[in-house]
């Protein structure tokens, strides 16, 4: 059979890698995945080491407009250790409370992407409906929508008040019911079973080997948390339980995440009425000794790890980035393989790389005549549903 | 008589085409947001397409970036004329928090002519509806045009 080039992308930027995926396909079947990284490269790293520490705060927010708490939290808590600084019981809270709203917003974005991958747009529609129940809390506490600004060096500069805190433990009940619903939803309407369920398994010891994180790793049955395994932050005292499934495909994937969506609500509630009393802050000098410190955070995707190098003066001299997409991607490229060109979209979108909705090029190039033709993403997603409503492997 | 008619469809039922040159996703969030059921921009005749060639609008997010400046420059020219560009965002604007950064040219008019700036971090769909209603005006010619207006064909 004609063996074909099917480059996707190469650009994805919607997140801090963006990423080109080079597929090798024999007629349906995709026998071989390239992955390239290092587009849209903003240089964030370098320019932290010219900005002080107030400033790469801001700087480092906007890595990722998804999971912007995420990074701030990851380098502060890296700063905080290099200081020694221990900050308040009520900055931590504060602090899970923002990185759980972060991930219900995360994950139920996540949905509604997949559905409209998967040609269900009305899931599209609900999701992003119920996730501005979020984005509301959220502008309630921090004023404003995305981008929050609520960490600092040594604390969060935002309070919860109590008038604040009756009004958001009203706002999650609604929130919780809807989640269920999309729960069953998923688990139960063919549309969904059709496009996600036995598609593009990773199993576990591949999903280890692979080196995944987050919810793509514990849809393999990998139990990995960083807020069970390394707690920062109020995270050693709130219970909770790690979500995962065995099923290893994209079904698994979707369970997780909801699931996740659930201990998040019951974790907020928790913070919400045991939040301790105190300062926000602790005062933290401008200045940072020479040290060093690797911080993680479980981030919506997975876990985030920040590296600070400080060298006595305002600004640090390294700053590193790894976040959870980068280590998710190669698990894509190989469970990739043996899959269905049509599953293309909804498999990339499985890790929530945030492929959502930007133009990209995909160009068909016959090897053997060299001919080409080029698709743009939306083309192949109604590319793909159009394939599964015709029948195919069924 | 046929540039009477397109622009009478372009103001009742401009097609939007997204481009992201370097964004951080914040604003490309808020930009579906505006589609989704809140905020529903779809009752103004707005739809957003997936191809340049059937857009009137090209809504930029991000700092134009050295790897996305000729696919921005690209997707510009593949747009039919007249066409029009929305920067959203602090970003799109000016470069904003990535000004200065080695692997940033600014905002997006360093690179192509922009007809409307609709500033924040990230811009509210609030924002965006109102900069798009009011580019809508300026097509009708209730407002005065903008000085990017004339430049357009600079590319």
């Given at each position: 059979?004609?063996?074909?080039?099917?480059?996707?992308?190469?650009?994805?930027?919607?997140?801090?890698?963006?990423a080109?995926?080079?597929?090798?396909?024999?007629?349906?079947?995709?026998?071989?995945v390239?992955?390239r990284?290092?587009?849209?490269h903003?240089?964030?790293?370098?320019?932290?080491?010219?900005?002080n520490?107030?400033?790469?705060l801001y700087?480092?927010?906007?890595?990722?407009?998804?999971?912007?708490?995420?990074?701030?939290?990851a380098?502060?808590q890296?700063?905080?250790?290099?200081?020694?600084?221990?900050?308040?019981?009520r900055?931590?809270?504060?602090?899970?409370?923002?990185a759980?709203?972060?991930?219900?917003?995360?994950?139920?974005?996540?949905?509604?992407?997949?559905?409209?991958?998967?040609?269900f747009?009305?899931l599209?529609?609900?999701?992003w409906?119920?996730?501005?129940?979020v984005?509301?809390?959220?502008?309630?506490?921090?004023?404003?929508?995305?981008?929050y600004?609520?960490?600092?060096?040594?604390?969060?500069?935002?309070?919860i008040?109590?008038?604040?805190?009756e009004q958001i433990?009203?706002m999650?009940?609604?929130l919780?019911?809807?989640?269920?619903?999309?729960?069953?939803?998923?688990t139960?309407?063919?549309?969904?079973?059709?496009?996600?369920?036995?598609?593009?398994?990773?199993?576990?010891d591949?999903?280890?080997?692979l080196?995944?994180?987050?919810?793509?790793a514990?849809?393999s049955?990998?139990?990995?948390?960083?807020?069970?395994?390394?707690?920062?932050?109020?995270?050693?005292?709130?219970?909770?339980?790690?979500?995962?499934?065995?099923?290893?495909?994209l079904?698994?994937?979707?369970?997780?995440?909801?699931?996740e969506i659930g201990?998040?609500?019951?974790?907020?509630?928790y913070a919400l009425?045991?939040?301790p009393?105190?300062?926000?802050?602790?005062?933290?000098?401008?200045?940072?000794?020479?040290g060093?410190?690797?911080?993680?955070?479980?981030a919506?995707?997975?876990?985030?790890?920040?590296?600070v190098?400080?060298?006595g003066?305002?600004?640090?001299?390294?700053v590193?980035v790894r976040?959870?997409t980068?280590?998710?991607?190669?698990?894509?490229g190989?469970?990739?393989k043996?899959?269905?060109?049509?599953?293309?979209?909804?498999?990339?979108?499985?890790?929530?790389p945030?492929?959502?909705?930007?133009?990209?090029m995909?160009?068909?190039?016959?090897?053997r005549?060299?001919?080409s033709?080029?698709?743009?993403?939306e083309?192949?997603?109604?590319?793909?549903i159009r394939w599964?409503?015709?029948?195919h492997?069924? | 008589?046929?540039e009477k008619?397109v622009?009478?469809?372009q103001?009742?039922?401009?097609?939007?085409v997204?481009f992201?040159?370097?964004?951080?996703?914040?604003c490309?969030?808020?930009?579906?947001?505006?589609?989704?059921?809140r905020?529903?921009?779809?009752r103004?005749?707005?739809?957003?397409?997936?191809?340049?060639?059937?857009?009137?609008?090209?809504v930029?997010?991000?700092p134009?970036t050295?790897q996305?400046?000729?696919?921005?420059?690209?997707?510009?020219?593949?747009?039919?004329a007249?066409?029009?560009v929305?920067?959203?965002?602090?970003?799109?604007?000016?470069?904003?928090?990535?000004h200065?950064?080695?692997?940033?040219y600014?905002?997006?008019?360093?690179?192509?002519?922009?007809?409307?700036?609709?500033?924040?971090?990230?811009?509210?769909?609030?924002?965006?509806i109102d900069?798009?209603?009011?580019?809508l005006a300026?097509l009708r010619?209730?407002?005065?045009?903008?000085a990017?207006?004339?430049?357009?064909?600079?590319i």
């Amino acid at each position: 059979m004609t063996k074909y080039n099917l480059p996707v992308g190469p650009q994805h930027p919607a997140l801090k890698e963006p990423a080109s995926f080079w597929f090798k396909v024999e007629g349906e079947v995709i026998v071989d995945v390239d992955i390239r990284l290092g587009y849209n490269h903003r240089g964030i790293e370098k320019a932290c080491e010219s900005r002080n520490y107030i400033q790469c705060l801001y700087l480092l927010e906007r890595i990722c407009g998804i999971c912007s708490h995420a990074h701030t939290t990851a380098f502060a808590q890296g700063v905080e250790e290099i200081l020694g600084l221990e900050i308040p019981a009520r900055a931590k809270y504060i602090r899970v409370i923002i990185a759980e709203l972060e991930r219900i917003h995360s994950h139920l974005l996540w949905l509604g992407v997949a559905g409209h991958e998967i040609g269900f747009d009305t899931l599209f529609m609900y999701a992003w409906r119920d996730r501005e129940t979020v984005l509301d809390i959220l502008e309630l506490i921090s004023g404003n929508r995305v981008n929050y600004a609520m960490n600092t060096i040594g604390g969060v500069r935002r309070d919860i008040d109590q008038a604040k805190r009756e009004q958001i433990l009203g706002m999650l009940d609604p929130l919780a019911e809807r989640v269920k619903f999309y729960t069953d939803l998923v688990t139960s309407e063919p549309t969904c079973l059709a496009r996600l369920e036995n598609v593009a398994p990773v199993p576990a010891d591949k999903a280890v080997a692979l080196g995944t994180v987050g919810p793509t790793a514990r849809a393999s049955g990998i139990k990995v948390d960083v807020r069970r395994d390394d707690p920062y932050a109020a995270y050693a005292e709130i219970p909770f339980e790690v979500i995962t499934s065995e099923r290893g495909d994209l079904l698994g994937r979707a369970i997780v995440r909801l699931g996740e969506i659930g201990e998040s609500v019951k974790i907020i509630k928790y913070a919400l009425q045991n939040l301790p009393e105190g300062p926000l802050t602790v005062k933290a000098p401008r200045k940072v000794a020479a040290g060093e410190a690797v911080s993680r955070v479980e981030a919506p995707r997975g876990e985030d790890i920040h590296y600070v190098r400080a060298d006595g003066s305002d600004h640090p001299e390294r700053v590193k980035v790894r976040a959870p997409t980068l280590a998710n991607l190669f698990a894509v490229g190989e469970s990739m393989k043996g899959a269905y060109v049509a599953d293309i979209p909804i498999v990339i979108a499985s890790i929530d790389p945030c492929f959502s909705c930007t133009d990209r090029m995909i160009e068909l190039v016959q090897s053997r005549t060299g001919t080409s033709s080029v698709m743009t993403w939306e083309e192949l997603r109604e590319y793909g549903i159009r394939w599964y409503g015709h029948g195919h492997r069924s | 008589m046929l540039e009477k008619l397109v622009k009478r469809s372009q103001v009742s039922s401009p097609w939007l085409v997204h481009f992201n040159s370097g964004a951080c996703n914040a604003c490309d969030i808020e930009v579906v947001d505006t589609l989704t059921p809140r905020f529903d921009l779809e009752r103004f005749g707005v739809l957003l397409k997936a191809t340049p060639r059937h857009a009137d609008i090209l809504v930029c997010t991000g700092p134009v970036t050295r790897q996305t400046k000729d696919r921005l420059i690209r997707i510009y020219r593949q747009m039919p004329a007249p066409r029009f560009v929305v920067a959203v965002g602090s970003c799109a604007c000016t470069g904003g928090v990535f000004h200065g950064c080695y692997c940033v040219y600014g905002g997006v008019d360093a690179v192509i002519p922009v007809d409307a700036y609709i500033p924040g971090c990230p811009a509210r769909p609030d924002a965006i509806i109102d900069g798009v209603v009011k580019l809508l005006a300026k097509l009708r010619g209730d407002a005065p045009p903008c000085a990017a207006k004339n430049s357009r064909e600079a590319i």
